[in-house]
Structure formats: C-alpha cells, structure tokens
C-alpha cells in the first residue's frame, strides 16, 4: 500500500530544513539547483508581465523564490499539505516580494483553483504524489483552467520510462548517484520512501496530457535519468 496523505504530510512536516536550501534544492534529487534555476529563468522569458504566482507543492518556497529573483514582486500563493512547510516558505517568499503572500494547506487533488487566477504556476516534485490517471488528468486540467491566457506552467518532477529496460537502466544510475552523494545506505533509504510514496508518470505522458488539457506549446527544458523539467504556455 502507497502513503496515505496524512502519512506524506507528517513526514514533510518533519523536513523543513532539508527544504530550506536556496543553493542545493532538494538533495535527493538530480540536478536540483539547475532545473530551479531553469525553470525560474524560462518562466520570466515566457511569462515576461506576469502578476500571480501559484506554487503548488511549494515546500519552503525555493522555487518561488528563484522565480521572484527573474520576475520580481509577484503575488504568491503558496500551496503545499505541510503547515511547517508553509509557514517557512511564507516568511521567506515575503520578505522577497512587495507583492501579497497567500498560503493554502491543502491536497492539490482537493483544492478548487479560481479561473484565470495566475500568470505563472509552478509544480515542483509533487505531482509524483497523484495516484490514477483520472487524478492527474483532473489536475492538469486544473492548471489550465487556472492559468490566464499566455500564462505558463512549469514542472520539475520524478519520471517513470516507459520502456522496462530504459526504468531499469535509469533507475539504477539514479541509484549510482545517491551512493556516490552520500553512501548505499542512503540509496537503500531513498529507494523506500519512493517505493512508498510515490507513483510517477512517464515523461512523455505528461507532455501528452498537456496537449490534451489544451496547451498549445510543450517544450522540455532539461531531462537527466529519472527527473524532468517541463512545462507549456496557454
């Protein structure tokens, strides 16, 4: 049985300070700070006069904080299941903007965005918490709907492959890098809490479920083994 929600909370309730790192991002994952960094840089080029800012799994804010670094002054909401984790990211997001600060401690499957609400959205590791396909199709449509005309969304999350080989093959250098980071015990703990928690969806079929929901433009911004960054403009 996958974590329940309560349980995927409690446990970010704990994490706030592995969170809380502009420069590093989330060590656990490949190429944090680079795809931070991109995806802040490529919604500032796409998104040049944006207004509101929505962050969905928000964490401690980083990725809301580099966006404000290329577009400054947003508004922010900030989304995410952990109060600890929100509480954080509301203090750092506003002493980073003179815009407002909003924050929402819900379940993204759950929360009801309003219609052309946002400029910007951001998705970072969080959508690999969705469970059936209808979930994540009910969210990207969610996304859309949320977006303004010309808004952009961008994702940086865990990937599955398609293909058994290529998983296999992916998931072991995934493997090889939490190792060499730290050592095989924390590869070993890494790999349970994924096998618990998450269910990533592959690449491809996120960019297609995009198109679906009616995205017109779907670019990929950077892909190295198991993570992707991504995204499409309305």
């Given at each position: 049985m996958k974590?329940?929600?309560?349980?995927?909370?409690?446990?970010?309730?704990?994490d706030?300070e592995?969170?809380?790192?502009?420069e590093?991002?989330?060590s656990?994952t490949?190429?944090?700070p680079?795809a931070?960094?991109?995806?802040?840089?490529?919604a500032?080029v796409?998104?040049p006069?944006?207004?509101?800012?929505?962050d969905?799994?928000c964490g401690?804010?980083?990725?809301?904080?580099?966006?404000l670094q290329?577009v400054p002054?947003?508004?922010?909401?900030?989304?995410?299941l952990?109060?600890?984790?929100?509480?954080r990211?509301?203090?750092?997001v506003?002493?980073a903007?003179s815009g407002?600060?909003k924050t929402?401690q819900?379940?993204?499957?759950?929360?009801?965005?309003?219609?052309q609400?946002?400029d910007?959205i951001v998705?970072a590791a969080v959508l690999?918490?969705?469970?059936?396909?209808?979930e994540?199709r009910?969210?990207f449509r969610?996304?859309y709907?949320a977006?303004?005309?010309?808004g952009?969304?961008?994702?940086?999350d865990?990937?599955e492959?398609?293909?058994p080989?290529v998983q296999?093959?992916q998931?072991?250098?995934y493997?090889?890098?939490l190792s060499?980071f730290k050592?095989?015990?924390?590869r070993?703990h890494?790999?349970?809490?994924?096998?618990?928690?998450?269910?990533p969806?592959?690449?491809?079929f996120q960019?297609d479920l995009?198109?679906?929901?009616?995205f017109?433009q779907?670019?990929?911004?950077?892909?190295?083994s198991c993570?992707?960054a991504?995204?499409?403009?309305?």
């Amino acid at each position: 049985m996958k974590s329940t929600v309560e349980e995927i909370r409690q446990r970010f309730d704990a994490d706030v300070e592995r969170f809380s790192n502009l420069e590093t991002g989330q060590s656990a994952t490949i190429d944090a700070p680079l795809a931070m960094a991109m995806v802040a840089e490529t919604a500032a080029v796409v998104t040049p006069h944006a207004i509101d800012l929505i962050d969905v799994g928000c964490g401690a804010g980083n990725y809301s904080l580099k966006v404000l670094q290329s577009v400054p002054n947003l508004n922010v909401t900030l989304i995410d299941l952990s109060q600890n984790m929100l509480d954080r990211a509301a203090a750092r997001v506003g002493a980073a903007t003179s815009g407002s600060v909003k924050t929402v401690q819900s379940d993204i499957r759950e929360i009801a965005l309003a219609p052309q609400s946002a400029d910007i959205i951001v998705a970072a590791a969080v959508l690999h918490h969705l469970r059936t396909d209808d979930e994540w199709r009910t969210v990207f449509r969610r996304f859309y709907e949320a977006l303004r005309p010309g808004g952009s969304i961008w994702i940086f999350d865990l990937v599955e492959h398609s293909v058994p080989e290529v998983q296999r093959l992916q998931w072991r250098m995934y493997g090889d890098y939490l190792s060499n980071f730290k050592d095989d015990a924390y590869r070993d703990h890494v790999f349970a809490y994924v096998e618990k928690e998450d269910t990533p969806k592959p690449l491809v079929f996120q960019l297609d479920l995009l198109r679906e929901v009616g995205f017109q433009q779907v670019d990929v911004l950077h892909k190295h083994s198991c993570f992707a960054a991504f995204g499409g403009r309305k």
